[in-house]
Nanobody, 124 residues
């Protein structure tokens, strides 16, 4: 069992930065793929980024590649999403998720555990 909790969201101007954090509890956290997703009202939840347990393999959505960086600290049971050069279209609720599979999957249905989400609002 894994429990997740996000923090770090807020209001920022376009071009600014935020760092989201996800605290995970559970003995086997280090073996999970960890992902970040986002969702706006009326739209499906979309993949943002994911990282394998070793931290050596990452994947990004095209819309955030080069601006966002995902990282993890297994010793602290933490996952981070550094978001730079934010745009108004990045406004969404951001969710942290955990997948027991070994390989990164961009489909939110593949993830087994979810946090409650944190709001990110980027003003123009």
């Amino acid at each position: 069992q894994v429990q997740l909790g996000e923090s770090g969201g807020g209001l920022v101007q376009a071009g600014g930065s935020l760092r989201l954090s996800c605290a995970a509890s559970g003995r086997t956290f280090s073996s999970y793929v960890m992902g970040w997703f986002r969702q706006v009202p009326g739209k499906e939840r979309e993949f943002v980024a994911a990282i394998r347990w070793s931290g050596g393999s990452t994947r990004y959505a095209d819309s955030v590649s080069g601006r966002f960086t995902i990282s993890r600290d297994n010793a602290k049971n933490m996952v981070y999403l550094q978001m730079n050069s934010l745009k108004p279209e990045d406004t969404a609720v951001y969710y942290c998720a955990a997948d027991r599979a070994a390989l990164i999957n961009r489909n939110p249905a593949a993830y087994d555990y979810w946090g409650q989400g944190t709001q990110v609002t980027v003003s123009s």
